[in-house]
């Protein structure tokens, strides 16, 4: 087979596999699930895989909803990420229900040609995008230290594609306040209050607002603000995330937002407890796939804008400080509608949105073809 071959070849089997790639994301869809909870969405994947000729293994890198796929056995190693999760409320607000049937579409078009061009393919369903950092937990078990190149497409609203998105760097923290509970009319001056901590600390963050970069983003929610309004609050929590353009950034950001919290223990006498989590690195988009990507799915209709004035973050920015990567986002029709609102999860089973799981798959595929047929590229990759 000649190249003209191979990419008649992709686009054949994902025209042949698309009832049951939208099947795949409208059954997601139908069923949300949250991070490291994705029990049904994991098993479709890992059976779907399986039945395609892939050697599977299930609840890796010890995550239980963590799928590895593998097929071929050639030198030029490429994985293709699979997402699952929902977020709560909302459900499939981010679209990965297209996220996974799309990696799913590309690994199955690639799989009866990937030891005639020397791949081999990983499709790596991730658990726990939405703040839980699957992907990280992959890195760390070594599963891309062979891989020479990563990819996934996300949905974003239309009608525009975009090659290399505003990604950001975020670290996720979980504050709480101990103070000391008191009847609130008749001993309220024995009480230490931890609800007034977190105000001051959130007054505090509002006016340091003034002093970020427009690029910089600070948000959270109050978990637990008190128990009733005649005890002086013992107890109180929330979750913050910390947002900027590089994770040089962020930590400066962390710093002066540490201080606020810091604010809000010294005003009232609580102690401050802050957990961190998972850090979520910016993206590293590697232009030369970008535009290789890019490329391809012109070639499918697909239209792009030239920049994202819309940033966000993924723990595929960690993949990209490990391999090089892409993360194209993928336009549907959303009628106004932003990731993470009710509405957009409603557009996420429109005929837009299954369109975006077949243009994806088939355009991922042409790429990896294009990666393996470029001696120059394959040769970059491979170092």
């Known amino acids: 087979m000649n190249s003209d071959a191979h990419r008649e070849a992709v686009k054949r089997v994902v025209s042949d596999s698309s009832s049951q790639l939208i099947d795949l994301s409208h059954r997601i869809h139908a069923n949300p699930e949250l991070g490291y909870e994705e029990r049904l ?44 999760d929902a977020l709560p409320e909302v459900g499939h607000a981010c679209g990965h229900n297209i996220i996974c049937s799309a990696s799913l579409g590309a690994g199955l078009a690639l799989a009866p040609i990937a030891d005639v061009l020397g791949l081999r393919i990983s499709v ?53 306040y101990h103070g000391k509970e008191a009847h609130a009319a008749a001993y309220p001056h024995l009480g230490i209050n931890a609800a007034d901590a977190l105000v001051v600390a959130q007054t505090a963050i509002a006016l340091m607002r003034q002093q970020l970069l427009p690029t910089d983003r600070v948000h959270g929610i109050v978990t637990n603000g008190g128990d009733a309004p005649n005890i002086i609050p013992a107890e109180t929590a929330a979750d913050f995330m910390v947002r900027s353009p590089q994770r040089e950034r962020m930590a400066e950001v962390m710093e002066l937002v540490r201080r606020c919290f ?62 090089p990567s892409i993360h194209p986002d993928i336009g549907i029709d959303s009628d106004g509608a932003v990731n993470h609102q009710a509405a957009f999860a409603a557009a996420c089973v429109r005929p837009s949105a299954d369109k975006a799981v077949l243009d994806s798959a088939v355009a991922m595929a042409l790429t990896i073809i294009d990666i393996a047929e470029d001696e120059g590229v394959r040769n970059r990759l491979r170092g």
């Open 124 to 176: 790596i369903g991730t658990p726990s995008e939405e703040g839980g950092g699957g992907k990280v937990g992959f890195i760390d078990a070594g599963f891309f230290d062979d891989v020479h190149a990563s990819m996934m497409v996300h949905p974003f609203p239309g009608p525009d594609d975009t090659a290399m998105p505003a990604v950001l760097a975020v670290n996720h923290l979980t504050v709480r």
């Open 262 to 323: 810091e604010a809000g223990a010294l005003a009232t006498g609580a102690e401050l407890e802050i957990e961190e989590h998972v850090a979520y690195e910016d993206m590293r988009h590697d232009e030369e796939l970008a535009a290789i990507y890019r490329r391809n799915a012109e070639s499918l209709g697909r239209t792009f804008r030239e920049a994202s004035d819309s940033p966000y973050s993924t723990d595929m920015g960690n993949v990209s400080y490990v391999v």
């Open 41 to 84: 969405a994991s098993a479709w994947l890992a059976d779907a895989l399986e039945s395609a000729g892939f050697a599977v293994e299930r609840g890796v890198a010890g995550m239980e909803t963590a799928v590895h796929g593998q097929v071929g056995s050639g030198p030029l190693h490429i994985a293709i990420c699979a997402e699952y």
